[in-house]
Structure formats: structure tokens, C-alpha cells
């Protein structure tokens, strides 16, 4: 077993810290998520991704994303997770290389063709295996070891129970979900987009038929109303304070979901994430089990959460049977560029309505949250308004106290 703690001046610290793995949908959503905590990034590219609807990356996307990492210690992986048909095989073995040569630290493969292709090529950068192979016990694992992979990520339907046993019988990285939603089927596998809408989920088109709208019939009787459809989605995942189990137990790589997710998700998950990793390993065992991550987590959340499979029961309290259960997120109205402190007065880019009056929450992965109420707003001509309506507008704001670049605002209700 890998040493996870030891005992400095009397207190024991955690030494393996796991990677906090973020996801990013564009540019922008990567450098915040670096900004924001994360160890590493991962992305999809243009080719051989899944995530279709994405704003995927091209390869000098990915080359400004690795630089960008680099000068931050960061790293990033790109997923080439497609199921490949025989019209895909082409050009497979000159991205890799690409991918490769511009740094990139792994690649994320479901297919075992692509497998083969990348450790043949004999290439500096890892090879995992996706969740969408749905790998969930120790046997499978030591099969894609002798394959020659650098990690697992393992299925969101392993269990805290599975994965003592799991990282007590293998020695390879293990990366496990922590955030973000889940499938209704196993990881991968399942068919209902293909069926209803032609779309194939494993070639990056899924159609999220699970989160339709159904009439549900008993004996060909119409058992809901109109206004009460059925749906069959799950909850999303938030593990919270149960990480820290995850962390005692050595796993390697915390993995948030969320590609096509807003640049508020990325920032408050990965940010919330890092605070609670950082605080727990500097002193696990005078941890205090504070409710600020759990509440801090629920701002960015329009579906309700659940544990997922952590306690092996996903019961039908972790069901989304009504689109009536979800709830609006804290709304994202700020992005800081700058902040004057003999003026107090922040340069702000506006991201959604907001106006005299109302209580903004600043948050940041560089100091606590900040609430204040707006007093005066300023557009670029130093000219007074009420309302900030115009998305992207350079504003300034009065504040007493001092922010930073990259600092976020949402509004608070």
C-alpha cells in the first residue's frame, strides 16, 4: 500500500493528496478551472471525443491549454473515449502523436483499439481507461494493467465497500467520480438515445433520453396527469464530505463531471473541492465537518444531488421522477478584472442582470466569500446607472472590500 500520512511536529498530514481532476468545455472554462484549484484538466478534442454537443478543442486549443497548465503546475488529459466504427479508424495514430507532441499528460480511451494504438506508438503520455468501459472490480482492473494502462477510471457504480477491496488488490492509479451527474444505465451503456432519436451516446451524440418527459401506463391506463409527466434520470452526484474517506484510502484522482457546464459550476465546484481537499490533508484529524462545502456545492446545482452509489443504494430518493424536483442554481452576474484600492471601487465584467440594491456573494479560491450589497454601479464612461443588463459589459461597482482578479460574484438569494 501507498503511504498516505505521516506525523510532522506532532500532528499527522496527509503526503498522498489525490489530483483534483476538472472538467472544461472551452478555453476560458479550463484557465478558471486551473485558476480555481484544479491539479488537472480534461478535455474533449475535435476528433474521437464523445460530448459531441461540447465546444470541443482543436489542437492549438489544446496546445495554448497545455501551456497555460504548465505555468500553473497543472496538467491535461484529452478524451479519446469514442467507440470507433471502421469510418473512424482513419487519421487515429496521427492525433495521438500530435496530442503527444504538444504535451498533453494523458488520454482518456474506450476503445481497445486506441489502446493498442498509443502504447504501439511507444508515446510519452498515459493511456487510462474511460468510465465507459465500466470497469467495477479488481479482475477487470488487472486486465487493463496487463494491457499496459496507467489508470483506471473506474464506474460511478463502484461503492465505497468495492473500492477498499479495489485499491487493497490493485497498484495501479485509480480515478473515481466525485461530482456531477449520473447515468441511468450503467456507465456506457446504455441504448435509449440510439433507439429513440438515432443519436449513438458512445459515438458522442446522446440525446439525454433519460430526462425526457414520458406518460407512464399500467395495464394500457394512463396512470399520470398532464401536468405530472414521468422521467427516469438520477439525481447528480455530490460526495462532499465523504471524500475524505476516499482520500484516507489512497485514491488517486478525484474527477468532477460537467464539460458542457457553465463557468460558475466549474469555478465554485472545483474551488469548493480544493478547499475541503487542502483543509482536511493539512489536519485530518482536528477536521472539523463544516456544512460550508455541502451549501457551497448546492450553488452551482440545478438538478438535486445525492450520494450516488457510494453506499451502494440508489434508492428512489436518488431518482429525478419530475422535472419539478430541479431548482435554479445562485445566479453568476460578475467576473473581476481588477480592483482600485485607494478608490475601492472594482472594474467588473457583467455576466447577468443584476442592479442597485441587490446582495452579491464574491467568491474565490483565494480568500472567504465576500457579501455585499450593491451600492453604485458605473459604466465605461464613469457615468452612474441602475441596472447592469447588457452581458459582457465593462462596469464598475463601489466596494468596501478588496477583490481580486478572477473573483466571481453570484447574486444571493
Request: aromatic fraction near 10%; charge should be negative; include cysteine.
Amino acid at each position: 500500500m501507498r503511504k498516505i500520512s505521516k506525523y510532522q511536529n506532532n500532528r499527522r498530514v496527509i503526503v498522498k493528496k489525490p489530483e483534483l481532476l476538472a472538467p472544461a468545455g472551452n478555453l476560458e472554462k479550463l484557465k478558471v478551472a486551473i485558476l480555481y484549484g484544479a491539479d488537472a484538466v480534461f478535455v474533449g478534442g475535435k476528433e474521437f471525443s464523445l460530448r459531441s454537443n461540447a465546444s470541443n478543442f482543436s489542437l492549438e486549443d489544446i496546445r495554448e491549454g497545455v501551456e497555460f497548465a504548465r505555468k500553473h503546475g497543472a496538467d491535461i488529459h484529452v478524451t479519446c473515449n469514442i467507440i470507433l466504427h471502421d469510418d473512424n479508424l482513419e487519421g487515429i495514430e496521427e492525433y495521438l502523436c500530435a496530442l503527444d507532441n504538444i504535451g498533453v499528460k494523458a488520454i482518456i480511451v474506450a476503445d481497445p483499439y486506441i489502446m493498442h494504438v498509443a502504447k504501439s506508438l511507444h508515446l510519452k503520455l498515459e493511456v487510462h481507461v474511460s468510465t465507459q468501459l465500466s470497469s467495477l472490480n479488481s479482475e477487470a482492473i488487472d486486465f487493463f494493467v496487463a494491457m499496459g494502462m496507467d489508470r483506471v477510471v473506474l464506474g460511478r457504480e463502484v461503492s465505497y465497500e468495492d473500492l477498499v477491496v479495489i485499491r487493497n488488490n490493485n497498484a495501479v492509479d485509480i480515478e473515481y467520480f466525485i461530482h456531477g451527474a449520473m447515468c441511468v444505465h450503467y456507465s456506457g451503456r446504455c441504448m435509449l438515445s440510439n433507439y429513440f432519436s438515432h443519436r449513438d451516446a458512445n459515438r458522442g451524440g446522446c440525446s439525454q433520453s433519460c430526462r425526457w418527459d414520458y406518460d407512464l401506463y399500467q395495464d394500457s391506463q394512463l396512470v399520470n396527469d398532464k401536468e405530472n409527466k414521468f422521467s427516469m434520470s438520477s439525481k447528480d452526484m455530490a460526495l462532499g464530505l465523504n471524500i475524505t474517506s476516499l482520500i484516507e484510502l489512497g485514491i488517486d484522482s478525484f474527477k468532477i463531471e460537467g464539460r458542457m457546464k457553465s463557468l460558475h459550476y466549474v469555478a465554485t465546484v472545483v474551488s469548493t473541492y480544493r478547499k475541503l481537499i487542502d483543509t482536511y490533508c493539512q489536519d485530518p484529524d482536528g477536521f472539523i465537518n463544516s456544512d460550508f462545502y455541502k451549501k457551497e456545492l448546492l450553488k452551482a446545482a440545478n438538478r438535486a444531488v445525492c450520494d450516488g452509489f457510494y453506499y451502494d443504494k440508489m434508492d428512489q430518493d436518488s431518482q429525478l421522477f419530475s422535472s419539478r424536483q430541479e431548482h435554479p442554481t445562485q445566479e453568476f452576474v460578475m467576473r473581476v478584472l481588477d480592483y482600485d484600492k485607494t478608490t475601492k471601487r472594482a472594474l467588473i465584467e457583467q455576466r447577468n442582470y443584476f442592479k442597485v440594491g441587490e446582495r452579491i456573494e464574491i467568491f474565490s479560491p483565494r480568500h472567504d466569500n465576500i457579501e455585499f450589497v450593491v451600492t453604485k454601479i458605473y459604466n465605461e464612461l464613469q457615468e452612474e446607472v441602475d441596472v447592469a443588463n447588457h452581458p459582457m459589459e465593462l462596469l464598475y461597482i463601489d466596494m468596501d472590500h478588496e477583490v481580486m482578479f478572477n473573483d466571481m460574484g453570484r447574486k444571493v438569494v
